[in-house]
């Protein structure tokens, strides 16, 4: 009679902490893939995120340089009124600070914002001309408001790798 060898309690423990081990071993592998894939497509969006900031840059300032090299002109406006500037702004001090002047009342930033010459005036009837340091300042502006929405768009994708399992 040939016996087969019967398992030591021992030698089945060490298969059953060898199983563990290798469980283990497989659950770090597969979290380490998905945690690459992960920071893959994050460092994917950040680079689209930057050529598309690149792309806006050399846009704005083609723009800029094209606007630059012709002379200044007039534009056409609407004389400012008290009622619309309250409307597109809401507070005086908003509108203070969108166009850089000092008023007391709205009023007095109407006064500010209309020379003498576009009182009299009617709408669609050259106001003032626009100066490049108000374009520059424009896309000065533009270009910071891009720069905080990328930051946050980078917060956000931090968060969400955060969140990963």
């Known amino acids: 009679m040939n016996q087969e060898p019967v398992p030591s309690a021992h030698s089945q423990r060490q298969a059953s902490l060898g199983e563990q081990v290798r469980k283990i071993a ?3 592998k597969q979290e380490t893939n998905l ?5 893959s497509r994050i460092l994917g969006a950040a680079a689209q995120i930057a050529e598309n900031q ?3 840059i050399h846009e704005v300032v083609e723009m800029a340089e094209d ?8 534009f056409l406006t609407n004389a400012h009124t008290v009622d ?3 409307q597109q702004f809401g507070t005086l001090s908003k509108a203070k600070a969108h166009f850089g002047l000092k008023a007391a009342s709205w009023a007095a930033l109407v006064d500010k914002l209309n020379p003498p010459s576009a009182q009299n005036s009617t709408p669609a009837q050259p106001v003032r001309p626009l100066a490049s340091d108000e374009r520059l300042e424009t896309i ?3 270009l910071r408001l891009i720069r905080a929405e990328l930051s946050q768009v980078l917060s956000l ?3 969400l790798t955060l969140d990963q399992p």
């Open 140 to 142: 000065e502006h533009e």
């Open 67 to 74: 606007d630059l090299a012709q002379p200044p002109q007039m």
């Open 157 to 159: 994708l931090k968060q």
């Open 26 to 28: 497989d659950q770090l």
């Open 84 to 86: 619309t500037l309250k």
């Open 54 to 56: 690149d792309r806006l």
């Open 35 to 39: 945690q690459i894939k992960a920071t």
